[in-house]
């Protein structure tokens, strides 16, 4: 299995790789707009281990545009079902010993990759109960699994989304996020490779 290193310095090897980063960050610090952020990630995560990286469709017709922004609606709810259940779980349980903080990063870490694994998925099925909670169960199930092997990148996103949460201004969280699953999925895709268990 590749190095957290030799995964990162693949893919910032791709080409093109800074010039869809930054914009991706940017979009990412716009309220609302932040959603195209979010569709790239879905379009990312099933293209991670190309060789290139998806670019963003400004010059193709306008329905691949709408399209990320509606990827991106649904992976922001996959966000905040896969992350946010996980994180408000793990703050409940350590409030309960007056260590909410470590609940909260807890939860990111497991969290984190499940969200990670989702993005690489089939969408999550909303219109059947059954089936969207399978989905959670799985990725879950993935993260946990491989919770050795993504322990490191894990913490890395981990520190980051700290970093912009107490040093960065709020705006900047967008940003962060967007960054971090890009390496998170990486590094997943990666991982995904091997089989589990």
């Known amino acids: 299995m590749k190095t957290v290193e030799e995964i990162y310095a693949n893919l910032v090897e791709k080409p093109k790789f800074m010039k869809n980063m930054l914009i991706g960050i940017v979009l990412g610090l716009i309220p609302i707009v932040n959603f195209f952020s979010f569709g790239y990630l879905v379009k990312f995560g099933t293209r991670a281990n190309a060789k290139d990286i998806p670019g963003w469709p400004f010059s193709k017709q306008i329905g691949e545009f709408v399209r990320y922004f509606t990827d991106g609606i649904r992976a922001f709810m ?13 703050y409940w349980i350590f409030t309960l010993i007056a260590k909410e903080n470590f609940g909260l990063c807890l939860g990111l870490l497991i969290g984190a990759p499940a969200f990670a694994y989702a993005a690489i998925e089939e969408p999550i099925a909303w219109n059947s109960i059954p089936d969207a909670l399978k989905k959670v169960v799985r990725v879950y199930t993935l993260a946990v699994t491989n919770f050795k092997a993504l322990f490191v990148p894990s913490a890395l996103f981990l520190c980051l989304q700290i970093m912009s949460f107490m040093v960065l201004p709020r705006l900047c969280m967008g940003a962060t996020l967007f960054l971090g699953f890009i390496f998170l999925i990486s590094h997943v895709r990666e991982l995904d490779q091997i089989p589990v268990g």
Not at 78 to 90: A, K, M, Q, R, Y
């Open 78 to 90: 996959e966000l905040l079902v896969v992350v946010g259940s996980i994180t408000v779980l793990g």
